[in-house]
């Protein structure tokens, strides 16, 4: 009675997109352009990566915009000593949860430092935007370790030294 039985081969598809619609639209536009937006609830929190609805009250959230950033702070963080194929980075970094300075909410990127002993929580961090941008979370490309002024100001004094060094023959 098997010869009965119809067969028939079937490919189920889905061709749909999904449309971001205003709030997350907004937001990877931004992130294309270079700007870290958030967005505002009506009791003053800074949400960022920018929600569409409140999560407290469910209001919607598609008007009350502001930049932050591009600073931020290290909440909380894990190191990966050794990425795997399905790392976002091939040499050793942290999974980070980050605040940007004006957010009021920590969102999980990664931190490239030079070592493990480089991470702690309270670590003041800077993104940095991929060279070529395309309107996904991928535009910051990751964050890295902000150097203060006392680093700045010490890696100064050794170029202009290197400098000096190189134009009086080392001496």
């Not at 997109?17 to 937006?37: H, I, K, N």
């Not at 050794?82 to 976002?88: F, G, I, V």
């Not at 030079?114 to 309107?135: H, I, N, P, Q, Y």
Request: proline share 6%.
């Amino acid at each position: 009675m098997d010869d009965a039985v119809l067969h028939a081969k079937h490919v189920m598809e889905y061709p749909y997109r999904r449309s971001l619609g205003p709030v997350l639209g907004r937001f990877l536009t931004a992130l294309r352009d270079g700007r870290l937006e958030a967005n505002r609830t009506a009791a003053g929190r800074v949400l960022f990566p920018p929600m569409e609805y409140d999560p407290e009250t469910g209001d919607d959230l598609a008007d009350d915009w502001l930049t932050v950033g591009p600073g931020g702070v290290v909440t909380t963080w894990t190191w990966i000593a050794q990425p795997r194929a399905c790392h976002p980075s091939d040499v050793p970094f942290a999974y980070a949860l980050v605040r940007l300075d004006g957010a009021d909410t920590a969102f999980l990127h990664i931190v490239r430092a030079d070592d493990e002993t480089t991470m702690r929580s309270g670590l003041r961090v800077r993104a940095v935007l991929a060279d070529e941008r395309t309107g996904s979370i991928r535009d910051i490309a990751h964050f890295e370790p902000e150097r203060s002024a006392a680093q700045d100001g010490e890696a100064r004094d050794a170029t202009e030294s290197g400098a000096r060094n190189t134009q009086t023959g080392g001496e």
